[in-house]
């Protein structure tokens, strides 16, 4: 991947802010940014994006030479705009001009964290992909990212004339649709804790345990191992394995209907953009889970709109497999608001 972008002037910092990890990067401003320091942290192992900040920049100032920090882009896992933002699973409330005065920056903005991903969709390369589905592509066709993780994501990016602009969504907390009669009691299972069932409810980190714990409702049994790896390591990534390695059979059945869910959710979005210029499967689940992705359970549901088949079978579908696409479209966002300085 390059960037583009002013001559330097001075220090970017860039982070990509997420319910379970944030990543950090501090670097030259300048045609192709320099990272000098990076780093990643456990959100929920501090109070505030603040202090996530500035343990970091007390570890990384000797790297900028006492360089001033000339501009800064924080992508959010949560709804926001210029100045203010909200991490959905956190809580956290974020202020530009709070950042700004506390660690003297230039010029700071806050986006969306998949518009940040958003924004570096273009700088990838082919091996920072794997297709799910070749489709047609259209040239500067709308394109769709889609990712779950902690929370689901997504954000449309349309071609302007001269370059890609980024719109922001919340299309994850859309209500759930299920799309056959075991999600149907899905549904119904996760209306008695929730009420209203949002896609995020499902297609997440957290909806993959929730599934799980529908199938062992409905009297599934899970075997001894994997219940032992439950007590020593996060719940969903264990199912993903488990599945992935056929060890469980309810893991896999689980999978199953993840991918299911997430196929459906990514055709209904392609369907009310026209994704024409491909669709992008980002977040931290989908490189973890491309082998599954590429069996054709997320294809089949992926298409199967009736009669928009056709139309959804010559759509472009990638997963993006560079973990760090979010911090290095903050990091160009930082670098264009630099070069305005």
């Known amino acids: 991947m390059t960037a583009n972008g002013g001559a330097g002037r001075g220090c970017l910092l860039a982070a990509d802010v997420g319910g379970t990890k944030t990543a950090i990067a501090l670097a030259l401003a300048g045609p192709q940014p320099q990272i000098l320091a990076q780093r990643v942290f456990a959100s929920q192992g501090y109070p505030s994006l603040q202090s996530i900040v500035m343990e970091f920049l007390e570890g990384a100032r000797a790297a900028t030479r006492d360089e001033a920090i000339t501009a800064a882009c924080f992508a959010l896992a949560g709804p926001v705009d210029d100045h203010f933002g909200t991490l959905t699973n956190l809580g956290w409330q974020v202020e530009a001009d709070a950042l700004k005065r506390a660690f003297r920056i230039g010029r700071v903005r806050l986006i969306n964290d998949f518009a940040a991903v958003g924004r570096g969709i273009e700088y990838l390369r082919p091996s920072d992909i794997e297709t799910l589905q070749p489709g047609q592509p259209v040239e500067h066709g709308v394109r769709l990212v889609v990712g779950a993780g902690t929370g689901l994501g997504m954000c449309l990016v349309t071609w302007q004339g001269s370059g890609y602009a980024v719109h922001s969504s919340e299309a994850g907390h859309a209500d759930f649709a299920p799309v056959d009669p075991v999600q149907d009691q899905l549904l119904l299972h996760l209306r008695r804790e929730f009420g209203r069932v949002s896609y995020e409810r499902v297609v997440s980190g957290p909806g993959l345990t929730r599934i799980f714990a529908f199938l062992e409702a409905t009297g599934a049994a899970a075997s001894r191992e994997l219940k032992e790896a439950f007590q020593r390591r996060d719940d969903a990534e264990v199912i993903a394995e488990f599945a992935a390695a056929r060890n469980d059979p309810v893991a896999m059945r689980a999978l199953d209907i993840f991918v299911t869910a997430y196929g459906a959710f990514a055709g209904n979005m392609a369907l009310a953009a026209l994704a024409r210029g491909g669709v992008f499967l980002a977040g931290g689940i989908a490189p973890k889970i491309a082998p599954k992705l590429k069996d054709g359970v997320f294809i ?33 966002e930082a670098n264009r608001l630099e070069a305005q300085v």
Not at 322 to 330: K, N, Q, R, S, T
Request: charged letters at 10%; hydrophobic letters at 50%; glycine letters at 16%.
């Open 300 to 332: 089949g549901a992926f298409v199967n709109k009736g009669r928009f088949r056709g139309l959804l079978s010559t759509i472009p579908v990638h997963v993006v497999m560079a973990p760090e696409i979010g911090l290095y479209g903050a990091l160009l």
